[in-house]
């Protein structure tokens, strides 16, 4: 039996979902752009899906644009932001445990004359409001924080930080990447203060491929492409309604509260039963989303734990699927030491886990640890 345990890299497609985009694609197929019958019903079924994402948010329809995914809402984000508020400012503030679609935009747009600084986390994996403060100055324009770190599943005080921020520069802008906490925790834009905010399909039971940004109404930013009349010229070129009709329907299923609370009895099973195992230690924070559990399988590294529990249908991860099995930066940035981080596992959980996946993980740690410490 197969024991899925990396849902933060992605997610099974649902029933719904994926009967939305193929009732798209052989039924409702008119360019949303048309202005025959066609085209105003696939107009509608793209306005329907932006309601369902923006209710998710607490925001309006008219907040919503449609991506490939996180990493284009992320560098949307980042170079829309800092190329439209370049004359009022060149500081760039991003967090130090950041997705790559962050921390690799930031590094470019420093390399073209922005002043990027990272803040590092505490101890405990989280950013602190009065660090990120303490960045900010005069000539800031963008800070953006995660909602949720994807290897550690660390939660951040955002509405806080950007609180923080706003009290050293009033006119400062404020992005988050939530595509980690989006349909796991209950989002509100004005509660967060956030005025960017990226989101994306495949890890929340829709296909790869389609993601979505929030942008406030009257938040400017300078388009990444162009080439077309749709999504106000912000994110040109003809919608790819299929994977959009079945973001909308995985949204309309989202159960947050229901499934928060299951998820996290499982999550501290899964804790306890890790803990019982010699030289296991957990690395997410006890505040962390309990979707996603980080440890550190004793001396065994990372690469080698998976193919073993690979071999037994168990799939997890050494961290963000982006990385490719390079060193986790989070990690790092958390202090922990090298042969900790070496032989971190990341096992993420969705609506669909069960505590058979967790026994079946444990054993596969336990005997894992037995047979590959001594080779």
Request: proline share 3%; with cysteine.
């Given at each position: 039996?197969?024991?899925?345990?990396?849902?933060?890299?992605?997610?099974?497609?649902?029933?719904?979902?994926?009967?939305?985009?193929?009732?798209?694609?052989?039924?409702?197929?008119?360019?949303?752009?048309?202005?025959?019958?066609?085209?105003?019903?696939?107009?509608?079924e793209?306005?329907?899906?932006?309601?369902?994402?923006?209710?998710?948010?607490?925001?309006?329809?008219?907040?919503?644009?449609?991506?490939?995914?996180?990493?284009?809402?992320?560098?949307?984000?980042?170079?829309?932001?800092?190329?439209a508020?370049?004359?009022?400012?060149?500081?760039?503030?991003?967090?130090?445990?950041?997705h790559?679609?962050?921390?690799?935009?930031?590094?470019?747009?420093?390399e073209?004359?922005?002043?990027?600084t990272?803040?590092?986390?505490?101890?405990?994996?989280?950013?602190?409001?009065?660090?990120?403060?303490?960045a900010?100055?005069?000539?800031?324009l963008?800070?953006?924080?995660?909602?949720?770190?994807?290897?550690?599943?660390?939660?951040m005080?955002?509405?806080?930080?950007?609180?923080?921020?706003?009290?050293?520069?009033?006119?400062?802008l404020c992005?988050t990447?939530?595509v980690?906490?989006?349909?796991?925790?209950?989002l509100?834009?004005?509660?967060?203060?956030a005025?960017?905010?990226?989101?994306?399909?495949?890890?929340?039971?829709?296909?790869?491929?389609?993601?979505?940004?929030?942008v406030?109404k009257?938040?400017?930013?300078?388009?990444?492409?162009?080439?077309?009349?749709q999504?106000?010229?912000?994110?040109?070129?003809?919608?790819?309604?299929?994977?959009?009709?079945?973001?909308?329907a995985?949204?309309?299923?989202?159960?947050?509260?229901?499934?928060?609370?299951?998820?996290?009895e499982?999550?501290?099973?899964?804790?306890?039963?890790?803990?019982?195992?010699?030289?296991?230690?957990?690395?997410?924070?006890e505040?962390?989303?309990?979707?996603?559990?980080?440890?550190?399988?004793?001396?065994?590294?990372?690469?080698?734990?998976?193919?073993?529990?690979?071999?037994r249908?168990?799939?997890?991860?050494?961290?963000?699927?982006?990385?490719?099995?390079?060193?986790?930066?989070?990690?790092?940035?958390?202090?922990?030491?090298?042969?900790?981080?070496?032989?971190?596992?990341?096992?993420?959980?969705?609506?669909?886990?069960?505590?058979?996946?967790?026994?079946?993980?444990?054993?596969?740690?336990?005997?894992?640890?037995?047979?590959?410490?001594?080779?």
């Amino acid at each position: 039996m197969e024991h899925y345990l990396d849902n933060s890299a992605t997610t099974v497609v649902s029933a719904a979902a994926a009967q939305a985009a193929c009732r798209v694609m052989t039924e409702n197929y008119g360019n949303p752009s048309s202005l025959h019958f066609r085209g105003v019903l696939a107009e509608r079924e793209l306005n329907s899906a932006k309601k369902a994402v923006a209710a998710q948010l607490g925001a309006s329809a008219e907040e919503i644009f449609f991506t490939s995914g996180g990493t284009e809402a992320n560098n949307l984000a980042l170079f829309g932001a800092a190329y439209a508020g370049r004359r009022r400012g060149k500081g760039i503030v991003v967090s130090a445990v950041e997705h790559s679609s962050i921390a690799e935009a930031a590094k470019r747009l420093d390399e073209e004359g922005f002043s990027v600084t990272f803040v590092p986390p505490r101890e405990d994996g989280v950013i602190h409001a009065g660090d990120v403060a303490a960045a900010v100055d005069g000539d800031t324009l963008l800070v953006s924080v995660m909602t949720v770190n994807n290897e550690t599943g660390a939660v951040m005080p955002v509405a806080d930080i950007f609180e923080a921020a706003r009290l050293k520069n009033s006119a400062v802008l404020c992005h988050t990447d939530a595509v980690q906490a989006f349909g796991k925790l209950q989002l509100r834009a004005r509660r967060l203060d956030a005025d960017l905010i990226s989101v994306s399909g495949h890890k929340v039971h829709a296909p790869k491929g389609v993601g979505a940004l929030y942008v406030k109404k009257g938040v400017r930013l300078v388009p990444r492409q162009y080439g077309g009349e749709q999504q106000n010229r912000l994110r040109p070129g003809t919608e790819p309604l299929p994977l959009i009709a079945a973001l909308g329907a995985a949204c309309n299923e989202f159960s947050v509260k229901e499934n928060y609370d299951k998820i996290s009895e499982l999550c501290e099973y899964a804790r306890q039963q890790l803990l019982q195992i010699e030289g296991v230690e957990i690395n997410s924070p006890e505040n962390a989303l309990p979707y996603v559990l980080n440890f550190s399988a004793g001396r065994v590294r990372s690469e080698t734990m998976l193919h073993f529990l690979e071999d037994r249908e168990i799939y997890v991860s050494s961290g963000s699927a982006c990385a490719k099995g390079k060193p986790s930066h989070v990690l790092a940035a958390m202090g922990l030491s090298r042969d900790r981080a070496d032989s971190a596992i990341r096992a993420s959980f969705s609506k669909f886990s069960v505590k058979e996946d967790v026994d079946a993980l444990c054993k596969g740690v336990a005997d894992g640890l037995k047979t590959l410490a001594h080779r």
